[in-house]
């Protein structure tokens, strides 16, 4: 079946249509988005399977050769990515049927989840330039849904500042693909690579890196762009907030690393250094977020921002051992901060507010919440057995390698203050004196623990069986440190 | 006092049909010549907000018992269903076929399977445009 590709983006995008036929129905509509979800996994899991059998996959759309066409590709890295994206778009579809509330679910949240997943899965799979704002676009404006139904105070204040930045990046984004095709004159992303290598990156294409980095960075949260992002992620419902913290600005990432590796690898000493500077300052801005708040679901946004800061300097070094830390931490980090955020969703659930100061003595009544809570916090700082170790090892050993100390350095003692700031909501929120909570025994906890467990449990495995995830990560780390393996499979020389 | 738009109101009965068929004329013009499922669903929708000037939401919705919102999901049944079709046939999703045909009427006429995916444009635009204008035309 060569359409294999397709499916991981076909099946959200059908299912999306058949949601908006059946709005009235709320039990019909969880039943088929989980069943659905599961299909979109079990497809990618399949996918994923041909491409570490048969290498880096490629399909021409309605049949036209490569360049001409818009091709989908499935190397390693986006079909690893779409794996991950379904997961934890499956387990908080399970966490919104108990949490979310029936009004929202009544106005089409479940059909535009499913577009959200479209917009992603196929962000991860295009081989096109063009196409990529598309689905960009496709994923931006089902956020933007996302982040106002409901339409709350906060909501709709923080979705203006939030429509107003996307709207402004996206036009940057397309003003840089013209720029690109002006130059290149094709937006075929394994073409573009060809073009580039012979021209061999003159300054104007300088530019034009220095634009997508823009561009990029203002959807993945890169210092200096990324000051709407603890605001507006503030404002939507945890579930939600859990979707765009683990996936919406690690497309952006995925996004700078696909072109930072593919197009412009010529003038590394500009646009590479540029890209470690604004991560190592990303991180520290990050961590000064991280640990200077008493709310917990703004502590867990400012670790986003130190994760994606990590993630950057992991692709600013372009070595292939920093590649193949990132792409280990990447994934780690879409498991365990889509966890992370479900579970402050439960103690928010339980206590009625996300001041930390007003938490305690959670660990009493629920010891098994409490202690995968903990886990899921030593997984996010990076504690050997556990997920976050691996990818970060790599990266500050290729970062003392090529020399980037101060890089290195900022990477290791960021995880200190990521381990602080989750120990913090710890230590505050499970243990010291127990609190009368009015109405938490209405609360769905066990139901709304169990997606965030598996994902926990997910991640702990990811962690633990490091060593049979190597070969995987390699594969996928091979195609982006040699662009040939990409360009030949997409033009088929 | 109420005012009385009977001039407004015959006008846009007649201009209603001439707009429609211009609309349905670039629809299907748009293969060989500009036009296409995007601008005629505009259009038809042009006409239906005349309808709506010269009248109110209420006997517009009388004579058209449409839910735009379905309207849209039908457009894209329409659109994804003809790109998935080539699922069917083992070839890339969204290959169209063609063939010639001879036709009552009509003689030799080229049929593409992209007409079918313009239909759905053509269905979605109406029913986003619609959706928007309703929308906020209802609320107070």
Same mark, same amino acid.
């Given at each position: ?493 | 006092?109420?005012?009385?738009? $009977? ?7 007649? $201009? ?74 083992? $070839? ?28 759905? $444009? ?19």
């Amino acid at each position: 079946m060569i359409n294999l590709l397709i499916l991981p983006i076909l099946i959200p995008l059908f299912t999306a249509i058949v949601l908006i036929f059946m709005v009235k129905y709320v039990a019909a509509q969880r039943v088929l988005s989980v069943v659905s979800t599961l299909g979109t996994l079990t497809a990618s899991i399949v996918l994923l399977m041909k491409v570490r059998a048969d290498g880096v996959q490629s399909l021409n759309l309605s049949s036209w050769d490569a360049p001409f066409g818009i091709t989908l590709v499935s190397d390693m890295l986006s079909i690893l990515l779409v794996t991950t994206t379904s997961l934890i778009t499956l387990c908080v579809i399970i966490y919104s049927a108990r949490s979310i509330g029936v009004e929202r679910e009544r106005f089409y949240y479940y059909a535009v989840i499913q577009f959200l997943l479209v917009g992603v899965n196929g962000a991860f799979t295009t081989g096109d330039i063009f196409n990529l704002f598309v689905f960009f676009e496709v994923m931006l404006m089902s956020s933007y849904v996302l982040i106002v139904i409901g339409g709350t105070k906060i909501q709709l204040r923080e979705s203006i500042k939030y429509i107003l930045v996307n709207i402004i990046s996206s036009a940057i984004f397309v003003i840089a693909v013209a720029y690109l095709y002006s130059i290149v004159g094709t937006l075929n992303m394994a073409h573009v690579s060809e073009r580039i290598a012979e021209v061999g990156q003159p300054p104007i294409l300088t530019v034009v890196a220095v634009l997508f980095l823009i561009v990029f960075g203002l959807k993945g949260a890169i210092f200096p762009m990324y000051s709407w992002l603890p605001g507006s992620y503030y404002a939507p419902p945890v579930p939600i907030l859990a979707l765009f913290g683990s996936l919406l600005t690690k497309v952006g990432v995925y996004s700078i690393m696909r072109t930072y590796s593919l197009f412009f690898y010529h003038d590394q000493a500009f646009t590479h250094d540029l890209l470690g500077i604004l991560a190592i300052i990303t991180i520290i801005a990050g961590c000064i977020g991280a640990i200077a708040y008493w709310d917990v679901k703004k502590i867990i946004i400012y670790n986003i921002i130190i994760a994606v800061g990590v993630l950057a300097f992991g692709v600013s070094l372009l070595t292939e051992e920093s590649i193949r830390g990132t792409i280990f931490y990447i994934i780690h980090d879409m498991i365990i901060k889509a966890a992370l955020f479900l579970m402050i969703g439960i103690m928010i659930k339980i206590t009625g507010t996300s001041n930390l100061r007003q938490m305690g003595g959670l660990i009493k009544k629920y010891p098994l919440f409490g202690w995968s809570f903990l886990l899921t916090c030593f997984g996010l700082a990076g504690i050997p057995p556990l997920s976050g170790f691996p990818g970060k090892l790599m990266i500050v050993r290729a970062g003392l390698e090529e020399g980037a100390y101060v890089g290195a350095l900022t990477v290791l003692l960021s995880s200190l203050f990521v381990l602080y700031s989750v120990i913090k909501i710890f230590m505050n929120g499970f243990w010291k004196a127990p609190k009368d909570y009015p109405g938490e025994d209405q609360q769905p906890v066990w139901f709304l623990w169990a997606p965030a467990a598996i994902l926990v449990a997910v991640s702990v495995v990811y962690g633990v069986g490091a060593e049979t995830m190597y070969p995987i990560i390699s594969q996928a780390t091979d195609a982006l440190v040699n662009p040939t393996i990409y360009i030949d499979a997409v033009l088929k020389e | 006092m109420r005012t009385n738009d $009977v001039i407004l109101q015959t006008v846009s009965k007649i $201009v209603f049909f001439i707009i429609i068929l211009f609309s349905i004329h670039l629809f299907f013009a748009g293969h060989y010549n500009p036009g296409g499922g995007f601008i005629g669903g505009l259009l038809t929708s042009g006409a239906i907000v005349l309808l709506l000037l010269a009248y109110d939401i209420k006997t517009v919705a009388k004579g058209f018992p449409i839910n735009y919102i379905t309207l849209i999901g039908i457009g894209l049944l329409f659109a994804v269903g003809t790109s998935a079709g080539a699922l069917l046939f083992n $070839v890339p999703f969204l290959t169209h076929a063609y063939d010639y045909f001879y036709l009552p009427l009509l003689g030799k006429t080229s049929l593409h399977t992209a007409v079918l995916f313009d239909t759905g $444009v053509y269905l979605v635009v109406i029913g986003v445009t619609m959706t928007i204008i309703q929308t906020i035309g209802e609320s107070e």
